[in-house]
């Protein structure tokens, strides 16, 4: 099993639609939870951390399921601009130094 | 803040020549760095990351080196490339194990 799993999509969604990501990890001891966007030939980026309580920043809500071991990205309203790649990391308890990435999501927002 | 730096942008090198990326953070002091390979439509594989100055951890073999000469500097070697290693390379910081790492813009690499 790998340590971080994504659904590669690609997700084609119509411009205003609400999308969901998951991402499940195999290790339950992970603490630190990460959502990355990245576009082509880009970077990536951070998009959020994901918080035990759940966070929100403006359209983009994270959750954490620890019992499950599963985080999800929810984005509403969906514009051209969130076509991306969507990588969600997690860290890697038995190294202080680790993050541990999935493979991604692509997005891509039709209009 | 902090910034960090990766050149050059792009890179056309014939297998078999040597090959020397580098990348500087400012605006913060004792980082954890880390070089990253991402092959065309793959995932990120991890290369190599540093704790502090001369401190290198490699997690793939490979004919990669890298070295941290200074606490912000962080130089991606290779002695004599291969085809099979064209891919972006990004080099990314961190201030420590909870908090995300921050990407340089990435080298793309094509071995010829």
């Known amino acids: 099993r790998k340590e971080v799993e994504q659904d590669p999509g690609p997700f084609n969604v119509p411009e205003g639609a609400t999308v969901a990501f998951n991402c499940t990890y195999s290790n339950s001891a992970s603490q630190s939870f990460f959502w990355y966007r990245q576009d082509c030939r880009k970077e990536p980026k951070l998009l959020m951390s994901?918080?035990?309580?759940?966070n929100e920043d403006g359209r983009f809500t994270a959750q954490l399921n620890r019992a499950s071991q599963y985080i999800s990205l929810l984005i509403r309203d969906s514009k051209l601009s969130d076509s991306a790649t969507y990588l969600c990391v997690v860290n890697m308890m038995d190294s202080n130094y680790q993050l541990i990435w999935g493979a991604g999501t692509k997005l891509i927002i039709k209009p | 803040s902090q910034t960090i730096h990766q050149w050059p942008a792009t890179l056309v090198q014939p297998v078999g020549s040597p090959l020397s990326l580098e990348c500087t953070v400012e605006?913060?002091?004792?980082?954890?760095l880390y070089w990253y390979r991402q092959a065309a439509g793959r995932g990120l594989q991890l290369l190599f990351y540093?704790?502090?100055?001369?401190?290198i951890s490699s997690e793939v073999p490979q004919n990669l080196s890298a070295s941290r000469p200074q606490d912000r500097q962080f130089i991606l070697s290779s002695k004599k490339l291969l085809l099979s290693d064209s891919g972006f390379y990004l080099c990314?910081?961190?201030?420590?194990?909870?908090?995300?790492?921050?990407f340089g813009s990435g080298t793309r690499l094509t071995v010829v």
């Open positions: 994901v918080y035990s309580s759940g």
């Open positions: 605006g913060t002091s004792n980082p954890n």
């Open positions: 990314a910081w961190s201030p420590g194990a909870d908090y995300g790492y921050t």
């Open positions: 540093s704790v502090g100055i001369g401190q």
